[in-house]
């Protein structure tokens, strides 16, 4: 069910909700948690959509809100519920002129009361968001370095301005990465690591923090470099592990699925998807505690890794 607000105030909406609530029994009484979207007029509904596929694993009030400085000060709202809202409730904010002037208003009187707070940039978050006026209302803040603005020095930047509670989905998309690498550690032989080359896409920031990660954890020279689009254009290519009885390498084939090849063993076909948004939205949404290993490889790995190798296209 879908319920449209036309030039409407934050009371009347927060009234709309108590009345969907009374009207549908006490659909609204197990959210867990409130999610903010920030995010631009047209791309709501991909954010949406993944917010309500993580809502069967997290129960929550979604608050999507879009701004536009220009025109005559209005908010028009859409509350959402039911089929149209998986298992939250979601309200969509359109703010425009002077009613776009205050977005932390637009927002606290529409929060779950004692619920944390998640606010989620799918794309052009503010430069520290921690100091942002929603991120300082937020437990955890939630970035995407994968999207626009496609700044070079973007993991930089969010290295210089990390605070506890802030995390990015470029980070999350490593998980099954760090997954296989760390279980391929822990077996037999247990032989030192000496070297670590890891490969790929120019488009993906995550290459560069499995960088990070590696040589934060292994304590040992990283040669990383982004591939040519003709010879890798989708994520993470390949990450080599250089040891004295041989190398381990896990290279994808395809993009989704990657080879695991080590000395003496049978090479494994895993299968290694590009994970999705809805997936690394569930994950972030597990947690509300700071994520303390991203801090450290933010910060401390970013700094030991160095620029990237130049490559023959981007020499």
């Known amino acids: 069910m879908i319920i449209e607000l036309p030039d409407t105030n934050v009371s009347k909406i927060s009234r709309a909700l108590i009345d969907v609530r009374e009207e549908g029994g006490a659909v609204a009484l197990g959210r867990v948690l409130t999610l903010v979207i920030v995010t631009g007029h047209g791309a709501e509904e991909e954010a949406i959509e993944a917010a309500n596929d993580a809502s069967r694993e997290h129960p929550m009030r979604v608050i999507v809100l879009m701004v536009g400085k220009d025109g005559d000060p209005r908010l028009d709202a859409q509350i959402r519920v039911g089929g149209d809202a998986g298992a939250s409730e979601v309200v969509v904010l359109q703010a425009f002129g002077d009613a776009a002037s205050n977005i932390e208003s637009l927002v606290t009187g529409l929060l779950l009361p004692d619920a944390p ?15 942002s006026p929603l ?3 937020a437990q955890r803040r939630i970035t995407d370095a994968s999207t626009r603005p496609y700044d070079a020095h973007r993991l930089s930047a969010l290295g210089e301005n990390h605070e506890p509670g ?22 037999p032989p247990y032989e030192p690591i000496t070297a670590i080359e890891v490969r790929g896409a120019s488009s993906s920031p ?12 292994l304590d040992v020279p990283v040669d990383w470099r982004y591939l040519p689009p003709d010879e890798w254009h989708d994520g993470i290519k390949s990450v080599r592990l250089v040891r004295e009885s041989g190398d381990i390498v896990l290279e994808r ?24 948004l809805r997936e690394c939205l569930a994950e972030e949404l597990r ?13 401390e790995g970013w700094q030991l890794l160095g620029p990237p190798e130049p490559t023959e296209a981007n020499g």
Request: proline letters at 10%.
């Open 135 to 137: 991120g300082r209302i």
């Open 253 to 276: 084939s395809s993009p989704a699925i990657a080879c695991l090849y080590q000395p003496g063993q049978p090479d494994h076909d895993l299968v290694l998807p590009r994970r999705t």
């Open 117 to 131: 707070v998640v606010v989620w940039w799918p794309d052009y978050p503010p430069e520290i968001p921690s100091a």
């Open 206 to 217: 995550s290459t560069a923090l499995l960088a990070a990660w590696l040589r934060l954890m």
């Open 287 to 299: 947690r509300l505690d700071p994520d303390l290993l991203y801090g450290r490889v933010i910060t």
């Open 166 to 187: 802030d995390t990015d989905l470029a980070w999350t998309r490593l998980t099954h990465w760090r997954e296989q690498l760390a279980a391929v550690l822990d077996q």
